[in-house]
Each structure stands twice: as C-alpha cells, then as structure tokens.
C-alpha cells in the first residue's frame, strides 16, 4: 500500500457512521446490522509481514526486550482468537457469526504482529502452549470481552504515557499503533453485542446471563488481585498482561495521571464511531469512582 492508502485505511478504521438516519433502539434489528458491520466497515488491511518495524538504538532495544510482556501478550491474542471463533460457531445468525469470525481473524493478526515483532528484536518467549477450550463458549466469549475491555482501557494510556515520555520511539509506536486500536474496535463490537443479546434473550434466561456476567467480572478480578498464588505468568496471561506492564513501564506511575490519561485516551479512541454505537462504560465509570478519591503525585 502506498502512504495515501495507508492513511485512507487508517482513518476509516477510526471513523464510521452507519448509513441509516434515525434513532437505533438498542435490541432491534437495526442495532444488529450496525454492530455487524462495524468490524468490516472499519477495516484495516495492513499486513503484519511488511509492517516496518524501526532500527533501534542498543539502550532502547534492552529496555523493550526486557519488558517480561511478551509471552503475556502472545497468550492472550492465542486465546482470544481460538475463544471468539468457539462461540462464533454457537450462534446462528449469519451475519453475526461472519463478524465474529472477522474478529478472531484480527485476533490472530495481533498474534502474528507480535511474532514479527519479537523476530524484530530477537525478543526470546515460551512455545505456545496448548489451549484447552472450556466448554462453555459463551462464558468464553464473555471472558475475552469483559477482559479486552478492562486491559484495553489502560493500555491506551499506558501506551500513551509510554509514548510522551520517550519509552516507546515514536516510530515504535506508529508502528504498533493500528493494534492498539483495533482493540477499541473490538470492545465497541462487544459492548453492543452484549446489549443486543440481552435484549433478544428469553426473560428466564436473563437472571442466569447476569449471573454469569457478575461471575465473569469476579474471575477477572480475582486473577487480576493475584489471588492465583502460584500460578506462572504465562498460564494467568489475562490477568498479569495490564498490571506486569505497568509495573514495567513506569517505575515511579502516578495513579492519578494515569487514570486521567486512560479517561483522555478512551475518549478520543471511541469519538469517531456512530454516536448510536454504545460504548463501554463500566471501567471508565470505575476509574472515575477511583479518580474521586486519590490526588496526583506532588512533584519533588
């Protein structure tokens, strides 16, 4: 691709309005052809073989490689892809499984950028390891999601903060960039998905699904308290891939400057897509709950 259609492709997959006018009630038929557009609309069609990863220089290059993120990251796109394409297979709408589909596609494109990257700076991982699905698809589903959309939102700051203060090289981070964002696509994809659901749901079924979502939210909180013990990094990748790259990328973090940077990123991340499209809102709602009670570092 050449720069204007790498620029044209770069800005579509950042902005995106739904063709139809009009008010879309959450649940209808029309919020479903929206939400099952969304993914192919916005598009990007880099590939990750020609992506131009940057030379850099020897201190830069140790400080990346160092980042104990990698095995972590790989992981977590593995699962992703292989969780997302499990429930696509329980759902019979055929527009709905296509963008499902579509979406563990890119899952597996982030694992393939990670892998060009690591070949990049002879970053040294784990094999992969074999991945068992459970044998709940949906509970699969929702676990991916509601994970990608707590360690989505920090990643945009993180990334952000990592970028203003020179850890990343800006062509580092121009490079990883369409990664970062396509995984707002995909937490906008479920965050509709989930209220579409919920509203098609027979209403018996709904006090069980609010339970499985309450449970899924104390999983993902427990993993991310360490409450795991023992377990090594590399099996407990959803939950120690966000907190692992704090800790490494800012050895003095400022929690209040972050969740501010975090609540800036979301914004500006979400704002070009259908107004219509619901956004997620949980942990923004949380961060700004924690936000009210802690004060930003006094600088020395």
């Keep these: ?54 030379v850099l220089d020897a201190a830069t290059k140790a400080r990346i490689t160092a980042l104990p993120i990698w095995d972590m990251a790989v992981q977590a796109e593995n699962k992703a892809g292989a969780r997302i394409e499990f429930f696509s297979q329980t759902v019979k709408d055929k527009s709905l499984r296509a963008a499902l589909v579509h979406m ?66 800006e062509k580092l981070v121009e490079t990883f960039e369409p990664v970062i964002q396509e995984e707002g696509r995909h937490i906008l994809f479920f965050t509709n998905f989930v209220a579409w659901h919920r509203a098609n749901m027979a209403w018996w079924r709904r006090p069980f699904f609010e339970l499985k979502v309450a449970l899924v939210y104390a999983f993902l909180a427990w993993e991310r308290m360490g409450i795991a013990g023992e377990v090594d990094g590399m099996e407990n990748a959803d939950a120690n891939f966000t907190v692992t790259g704090t800790e490494s990328l800012v050895d003095e973090l400022d929690p209040a400057r972050l969740i501010d940077i975090c609540l800036e990123e979301d914004k500006r991340r979400m704002a070009g897509y259908d107004t219509r499209l619901l956004r997620p809102t949980t942990i923004p709602f949380l961060a700004r709950m924690i936000r009210l009670v802690i004060r930003p570092k006094k600088k020395s």
């Design 1 to 54: 691709m050449d720069d204007a259609a790498v620029a044209t492709a770069d800005y579509n997959m950042r902005h995106w309005t739904y063709p139809k006018p009009g008010a879309i009630r959450p649940g209808s038929v029309e919020h479903l052809a929206m939400l099952t557009e969304l993914l192919g609309a916005t598009y990007n069609p880099y590939k990750p073989a020609v992506l131009d990863w940057p």
């Design 104 to 169: 563990a596609g890119e899952e597996r494109r982030h694992r393939q950028v990670l892998a060009r990257l690591i070949e990049a700076y002879d970053i040294t991982i784990k094999p992969d390891e074999d991945y068992v699905l459970p044998n709940d698809a949906e509970w699969a589903f929702l676990v991916t999601g509601y994970s990608e959309c707590i360690d989505s939102f920090f990643a945009y700051g993180l990334f952000e903060m990592a970028r203003r203060s020179g850890f990343f090289p």
